[in-house]
């Protein structure tokens, strides 16, 4: 039995490693973290987990997380795991960041655009961890940067497209939307109900740290410097990125001939579905699974694409993919844990 542990447990997206993890036949949580809830019962912090977990939470200590556990997920912030994340591999341990501490390969990327970086040695070593693309590298990573929200959903459309050449590399417009809890536990006055409710807006506009992420992947797909333009929107729900990707088309294709191509290309995913003709993704069908639906439609006329995504932001935007890359690192079934279906409505 894998012994796991999970150091920043009471976020939105510890609280979703808890839940999978329970149900995981060949993992066991071993020790759980959280400065603000030390001492307490997990199922204080989260009553829907009573009866399921008798675990308290612990102020970290890098020493017991490493003696108690096989493997660990960092779910902490940005800065934090960078940390954290050097003293859990110097002790042998892999690990799984949810931060963006271990995404980008280029330090200076990185340091553009959060902070300076306390381990860019690591950066290296570390490996992106979006199965569709590197699921060979992730078998025997130490280190596996978990992929933003906005770039998984992003990313998962254009990756059969720019592999195909099918459509031009200028022009690329990405217009996500996302649920409140993208943006975390934290008390914030911008994400309470009344700040939020009722409306609809773009944010961070030309400044969001996940467009260098969507680029650096795109830009190793096609060998040269790749950009898009991105922009996110708040949407009044709880969970959940809808993601509306225009492009130029490179090549005249209909809409069944690049369906078919791109469910020809995801076959073998087990999280990838891809939406028949006329029928586009909805994101209260994957809500609560691991799953990403996919949907396209050609314009010939114009000469455009328009490729769309759902996600559920916890899961295959942040915690079930986490534990997705666990299960190809651990050499178990990469569903193991995850074949739950959308929670619908």
């Known amino acids: 039995m894998l012994r796991v542990g999970i150091i920043g447990a009471t976020g939105y997206t510890g609280y979703e490693l808890i839940r999978l993890l329970i149900g995981h036949p060949e993992a066991e949580i071993s020790i759980l973290t959280s400065r603000k809830y030390a001492g307490n019962p997990i199922?204080?912090?989260?009553?829907?987990?009573?009866?399921?977990?008798?675990?308290?939470?612990?102020?970290l200590s890098i020493e017991e997380v490493a003696e108690e556990s096989d493997f660990i997920f960092t779910a902490v912030p940005h800065k934090t795991a960078m940390e954290v994340v050097p003293q859990l591999h110097?002790?042998?341990?892999?690990?799984?960041?949810?931060?963006?501490?271990?995404?980008?390969?280029?330090?200076k990327v990185y340091e553009r655009?959060?902070?300076?970086?306390?381990?860019p040695e690591l950066l290296e070593e570390a490996v992106y961890g979006l199965p569709e693309l590197h699921r060979e590298r992730i078998i025997g990573a130490r280190i596996v940067g978990i992929p933003g929200c906005y770039p998984?959903?992003?990313?998962l459309p254009l990756i059969p497209l720019i592999k195909q050449q099918v459509i031009s590399h200028k022009?690329?417009?990405?217009?996500?939307?996302?649920?409140?809890?993208?943006?975390?536990?934290?008390?914030?006055?911008?994400?309470?109900?009344?700040?939020?409710?009722e409306g609809l807006k773009a944010y961070k506009v030309f400044e969001h740290r996940h467009c260098p992420e969507i680029e650096q992947e795109l830009s190793g797909l096609t060998g040269h410097p790749l950009s898009v333009i991105f922009t996110p929107h708040l949407i009044p729900v709880t969970r959940g990125i809808l993601t509306t990707i225009y492009c130029d088309l490179a090549k005249k294709e209909t809409t069944e001939t690049l369906l078919k191509w791109v469910g020809e290309f995801y076959?073998?995913?087990p999280f990838i579905r891809v939406c028949p003709p006329g029928k586009f993704p909805n994101t209260l069908d994957v809500r609560?699974?691991?799953?990403?639906?996919?949907?396209?439609k050609v314009d010939h006329q114009r000469g455009s694409l328009i490729a769309l995504s759902a996600?559920?932001?916890?899961?295959?935007?942040?915690?079930?993919?986490?534990?997705?890359?666990?299960?190809?690192?651990?050499?178990?079934?990469?569903?193991?844990?995850?074949?739950?279906?959308?929670?619908?409505?």
């Open 113 to 119: 655009w959060y902070q300076p970086h306390a381990c």
């Open 171 to 197: 022009g690329i417009v990405i217009d996500s939307k996302s649920g409140v809890s993208g943006a975390g536990r934290e008390l914030s006055l911008e994400t309470s109900f009344s700040e939020v409710n």
């Open 267 to 269: 076959r073998e995913e």
């Open 311 to 345: 996600i559920d932001n916890l899961m295959k935007g942040a915690s079930g993919q986490a534990v997705q890359n666990m299960n190809i690192m651990f050499g178990f079934p990469e569903k193991m844990g995850l074949e739950v279906p959308a929670l619908y409505p």
């Open 152 to 155: 998984t959903g992003a990313l």
């Open 43 to 59: 199922s204080e912090v989260f009553p829907s987990l009573r009866s399921r977990i008798q675990a308290r939470c612990r102020n």
């Open 288 to 296: 609560g699974s691991n799953f990403c639906d996919i949907g396209l």
């Open 90 to 107: 110097e002790r042998g341990k892999r690990v799984a960041d949810l931060s963006a501490d271990f995404r980008f390969r280029d330090p």
